[in-house]
């Protein structure tokens, strides 16, 4: 009987061990030089951004980010993506839009390549870049190396699209109304596949495996898009605080809310994610960015932090 009791103890405590973080978070830096409302890692270069500007930092020393080139924009910045560690692209409302190297900030060290684009919201995949613009719906434009801008097709989608992730051969996107899927199998001929309307607030996704995690206000989803047009929702969990990214690296989910700081589920089985671990601030967080061991964290005018999480 004892023998009996100790096995259930410790299958019942091996059980609890599973929902626990066994990674350790340590702050390594926090740089109030540039502001970062929006934060992105690439080839082991950290980019910022606040509404005209865009700041690069290298992280060869993560405890002390070297500042290797600044950007200006005279119109205001709607999104950016990176390409291959050299070349900047840069989403904007304006046609004659120019991005200017800023002189005083620029270290000499590398050579970046900018270009501007018409859109909203920007996001690449290999060698496609793919281009939402409220008014006219998705390009999917093959940027080769970077210096090639080939329009292959467009997909109308003209409701507001706030988010996207394009994962050949779909892609998910968050419009006014709620989730479109669309099949972009033949990248010459995208066609929508499903529709969910019931997802007004929403903001911001993250796709991992075939789970889709959806931000809406307080909200969050998870979709099961095994069969893209008939995405399901599997689970839904309320946060104390709006959602503002999310972001998904070796199945853990990791969560900006605002003045509610990062919090980090296991999310290897979406039907029960569990809540393992919180990174508190008293600033609200914007943005978060993942690379490796590392945590990139945007503060707004508060500038951002790297945390090592292994």
């Not at 001929?189 to 007004?200: D, E, G, H, K, M």
Request: proline share 4%; hydrophobic share 45%; net charge neutral.
């Amino acid at each position: 009987m004892k023998t009996l009791i100790t096995v259930a103890l410790l299958l019942s405590i091996c059980f609890c061990l599973q929902g626990l973080d066994t990674k350790i978070l340590t702050q390594l830096a926090h740089i109030k030089s540039s502001q970062a409302f929006n934060i992105k890692f690439d080839h082991d270069l950290v980019y910022t951004r606040n509404a005209n500007n865009i700041w690069v930092y290298s992280i060869f020393n993560p405890w002390s980010p070297k500042l290797e080139a600044g950007f200006y924009s005279p119109f205001p910045i709607e999104d950016m993506e990176t390409h291959a560690g050299n070349h900047l692209f840069v989403a904007s409302r304006e046609p004659t839009n120019q991005i200017l190297s800023v002189d005083s900030l620029y270290t000499g060290s590398r050579i970046f390549f900018t270009q501007t684009i018409l859109g909203d919201k920007l996001t690449r995949e290999g060698a496609t870049m793919y281009v939402a613009d409220r008014f006219k719906g998705i390009d999917i434009v093959n940027i080769g190396g970077g210096t090639i801008r080939e329009i292959v097709s467009t997909f109308s989608e003209k409701w507001g699209i706030k988010d996207f992730e394009a994962q050949y051969p779909y892609i998910y996107a968050l419009n006014d109304f709620g989730l479109v899927a669309v099949d972009i199998t033949d990248l010459q001929n995208p066609r929508s596949i499903a529709t969910n309307y019931q997802l007004v607030d929403a903001t911001c996704m993250a796709k991992n495996a075939n789970t889709l995690w959806v931000g809406a206000g307080k909200n969050l989803f998870a979709f099961n898009v095994t069969n893209p047009a008939t995405p399901i929702v599997v689970t839904n969990i309320r946060m104390t605080n709006e959602i503002q990214k999310l972001r998904v690296k070796d199945n853990k989910l990791f969560v900006a809310l605002g003045r509610g700081g990062v919090k980090i589920f296991d999310i290897a089985n979406p039907l029960k994610a569990e809540d393992i671990n919180n990174i508190f601030f008293s600033v609200p967080v914007y943005d978060i960015s993942l690379a490796n061991d590392y945590i990139f964290v945007g503060l707004g005018k508060e500038g951002w932090m790297i945390y090592q999480y292994r």
